[in-house]
């Protein structure tokens, strides 16, 4: 795990999820599943998703992975709670720019969009 220090850049609401992230487990009876790998950090991060109708009723995700991975991880499985899948599918750059509320340099933004890639991967 990545370590943080008290003048990181990163804003506390960041480093409090990053610690405590909403959604981390498992999901007994996922709908769908994908494994996700960053394979210049090391991030890896599985999500699942259960859709009735055409819309998420549950997302999780589990693995390791770099502050910004996790923290995005775990805000867009809130995010994707109650969603289409068509609106999922259109999610973008911007959109885990705004959830995140911090910048994000460039060099981090694969780290940033991982869980988002496993999302529309595993509902292809």
């Known amino acids: 795990m990545e370590t943080i220090r ?3 850049t990163y804003k506390k609401h960041i480093i409090e999820l990053w610690k405590n992230p909403k959604n981390f487990g498992t999901i007994k009876s996922p709908t769908h599943e994908l494994t996700e790998h960053n394979s210049i950090c090391g991030d ?3 999500v699942q ?3 009735k109708d055409g819309e998420i009723t549950d997302a ?3 693995g390791s992975g770099c ?3 996790v923290v995005s991880a775990s ?3 809130d995010k994707l709670k109650g969603m289409e899948i068509e609106d999922v599918k259109k999610l973008g750059q911007d959109d885990i720019k705004k959830l995140l509320k911090t910048k994000i340099h460039l060099s ?3 780290c940033a969009l991982l869980p988002l ?3 529309k991967k595993a509902l292809k």
Do not use: Q
């Open 60 to 62: 999780k995700f589990s």
């Open 75 to 77: 805000l867009l499985t």
């Open 117 to 119: 890639e496993a999302t």
């Open 6 to 8: 008290h003048d990181s």
């Open 67 to 69: 502050v910004l991975s």
């Open 108 to 110: 981090r933004m694969k």
């Open 49 to 51: 998703i259960i859709v």
């Open 44 to 46: 890896e991060i599985t």
